[in-house]
Each structure stands twice: as C-alpha cells, then as structure tokens.
C-alpha cells in the first residue's frame, strides 16, 4: 500500500496517533485533520520521531463544510477516511448534549457528504462496545442488539452508525467498516505517544497511572457488589497499539475489495474479561508501584460487565489481539513516567 493516501480525522488524539504510526510503518501516506481541541501539536513530532516519517496536518475542524472541503481538494486521490474525530467523554455529554450531538454527528455528516463529491469511497468508523449497553449474552458478538444509549456520547456512536448504514442502503457508492472498541488502553512501547487526560481522568488506567505517581492520593473502585467473581465490574481491556492495527486492515480489506458486504462491523476487544480489582493487582505486579485505593459507592451509569467476542475480527479482517493485560499496562506506566518527566524538564 505504498504511498496510498488515507485521511485520518483526530489522528493527533489517543487512538489516531498509535493508528497514524501503524499506518505509515504500512507504507501509506497519512492526512491528519484534527483541530486540537482534546489533543497538541506535539503528537506530530512524537510520530515522526517513531517512523521517521512527518505526517501532513491540517488543524480543521470536521464540522467545517467549506475548511473540509478545501482539505480535500488540496489532497486530491485519498483512498479511505478514518474518522476518529470526536468528543468523547461521557459525564461531559450529558451536560452538553447540544455540542456532543453537533461534534460527533455533523463532523461525520460532513464528511460523507464530501466523499462522493471527490471520488472517496472508504470510511473507517470509530464505534464502540458503549452501543451493547448491558448486554444479555457474554462474550458479545456484533449480531446482539443495540441498547438505548445511557447518555448522549454513546447515543451519537449509536447515530452515527444508523447514519452510515442509511447512506449505505440508499445505493451511494460506499464501503464503511465500523470498529466497534472496547475498553483502549496502554500506549506505544516507544512511550513517545499515550493518552493524554484533560484533568481528572474518568476512565480507569489514567486514573491508576496518576495515582501511582503521585498526581491522585487514592483511586476509588466504583463498587464492589457487582454479580461478578469479586464484586467489581468487568471489562474487556484492549492494548491501543493492537487496536490501531484493526485500523490498517480494515483500510486494506476495503482498498482490496475483499468485503462480503459494502457496511461491515467488527467487536475489537482481547475477548477476555478483566476486573477492577484484578486490574489493580496486575498494575501492581508489573510495575512493583503500591497504588493506594478505596472501594466506594457504585458509578451511576455504569454496566456490570462487558467482553468481546471477537471471532468475526480474528477469522474475516484476520486480527488478533496480541498484547497480554501486563505488557499494556507496563505501557501505560512507561508512558505516564516519561510524560510527567518531560513536563518537570519544562
Ligand atoms: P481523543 O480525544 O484522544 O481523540 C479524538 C481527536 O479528535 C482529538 O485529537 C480531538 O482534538 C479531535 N477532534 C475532536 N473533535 C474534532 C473535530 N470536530 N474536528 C477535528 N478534530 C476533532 O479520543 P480517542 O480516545 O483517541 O478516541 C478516538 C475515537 O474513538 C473517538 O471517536 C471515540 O469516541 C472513539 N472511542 C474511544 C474509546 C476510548 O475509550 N478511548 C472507546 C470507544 C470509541
Ligand atoms: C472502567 C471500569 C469503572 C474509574 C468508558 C465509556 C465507554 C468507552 C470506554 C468510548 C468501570 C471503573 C473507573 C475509576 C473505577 N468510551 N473505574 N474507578 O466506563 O467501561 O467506558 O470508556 O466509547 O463509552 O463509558 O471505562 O475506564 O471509565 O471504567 O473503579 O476511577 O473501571 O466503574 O467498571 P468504561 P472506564
């Protein structure tokens, strides 16, 4: 795929910038569109540093018709769209619903408004388990049904893939894939790019990175009372780096025309569940950090549990999740070690 043009929208962010790296190490040439708001500049750097390669950026907004348009005239012949540019967390959703249902909507409405007008006919979806809710069978497949969505984040990931397949179903000439993630974590070996929280984290491993170093005197395990083997919720916890590569098979099985239908979805978890507390035991192990914490009351909104089943992933875009839980999150602690490291340097 040398040289192959793909967009990635929000490819400075978490996700798109392990994505961008695997891309270019698979030789194509990436387009960044990402406007900053929950991500820097310095990511740019951080992937050339890894591949030795500068990715082309431009800081537009995707909810900008005319700046999207223009980005596409001026890097005519991209094969495929990844969309990854979003607003993403959910208690933020649910007190600005207006800007969750504008960002994640229009930004995609935009874009597969465009991609006829200048002959674009791939797109990658960014999904998420989020649209299972609890679900009644476990592991989950993609043939479970849709829950209502708990709050307006994971009702525009909900929207957002109704909005595809309608495009689909209306004859335009479009193939979609829709990854559906569960729960991201760890960062690239290299610990050059990881994620980047804006304030207190809500999501687990961040919070646990924190604490470990100082930044946090406690974390608190949202309950301990679940039906589960001890009590705390369960998740399917997926190493970003294997995450990303999803990514690049999915371009290529739609570059290569291999798909059986034009809207293909895909469950991208280990398929294998993890505990709270056994997250935190394992933090431990690897790490030999003590991680002080406290079990309180549940989190309202949160499901029991959750875990993939990933067979579709493995047997028809042939990928597999390869990282164990200890190797992601010795990750996500090199991570949090060097960024706090380079930010004391500052
Ligand atoms: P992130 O916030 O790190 O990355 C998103 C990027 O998009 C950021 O760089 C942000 O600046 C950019 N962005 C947001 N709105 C934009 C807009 N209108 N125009 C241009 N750029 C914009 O988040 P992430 O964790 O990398 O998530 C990426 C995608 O994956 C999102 O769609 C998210 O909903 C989805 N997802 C994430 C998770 C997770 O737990 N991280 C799980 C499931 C799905
Ligand atoms: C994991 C587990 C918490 C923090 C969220 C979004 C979902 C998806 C992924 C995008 C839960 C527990 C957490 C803490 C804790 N994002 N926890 N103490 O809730 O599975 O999913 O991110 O699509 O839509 O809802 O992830 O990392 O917040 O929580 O005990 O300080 O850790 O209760 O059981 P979650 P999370």
Aim: aromatic share 8%; with cysteine.
């Amino acid at each position: 795929m040398d040289n192959v043009k793909v967009l990635v929208t929000g490819g400075t962010g978490y996700i798109g910038s392990h994505t961008v790296v695997e891309l270019q190490n698979a030789g194509f040439e990436v387009i960044i569109v990402d406007n900053l708001s929950n991500s820097t500049i310095e990511s740019i750097a951080r992937i050339e540093h890894i591949t030795g390669i500068k990715p082309h950026f431009e800081n537009i907004d995707c909810v900008d018709y005319v700046a999207m348009d223009d980005m596409f005239s001026k890097y005519e012949g991209i094969k495929a769209i990844i969309h990854f540019a979003a607003s993403k967390a959910v208690g933020e959703s649910v007190e600005k619903p207006i800007m969750y249902y504008r960002n994640n909507v229009n930004g995609l409405m935009n874009i597969l408004d465009l991609m006829p007008i200048h002959g674009i006919r791939n797109i990658v979806f960014s999904s998420s388990c989020t649209v299972y809710g609890q679900p009644d069978v476990l592991p989950v497949t993609e043939d479970a049904p849709i829950k209502p969505a708990t709050s307006p984040y994971g009702n525009t990931k909900q929207i957002c893939e109704e909005i595809i397949r309608d495009v689909i179903h209306s004859g335009a000439e479009m193939n979609s894939i829709l990854l559906r993630y569960f729960n991201p974590i760890g960062a690239h070996p290299s610990a050059e790019i990881g994620e980047l929280p804006v304030g207190i984290p809500s999501n687990l491993v961040p919070f646990i990175t924190q604490t470990a170093i100082g930044l946090r005197e406690k974390l608190s395990v949202f309950g301990d009372d679940y039906n589960t083997s001890d009590g705390s919720c369960i998740r399917d916890y997926i190493n970003v780096v294997d995450l990303a590569k999803a990514h690049v098979l999915a371009v290529k099985r739609m570059l290569e025309n291999k798909q059986d239908v034009a809207l293909e979805c895909f469950n991208i978890g280990t398929g294998k569940g993890t505990s709270v507390l056994e997250l935190i035991s394992a933090f431990k192990k690897v790490t030999g950090v003590d991680l002080p914490y406290q079990i309180v009351g549940r989190r309202s909104g949160d499901i029991e549990q959750v875990w993939a089943d990933s067979t579709k992933a493995n047997s028809v875009l042939g990928w597999k999740a390869e990282s164990t839980i200890e190797e992601t999150l010795l990750s996500a602690w090199r991570w949090e070690q060097k960024l706090r490291a380079s930010l004391i340097e500052k």
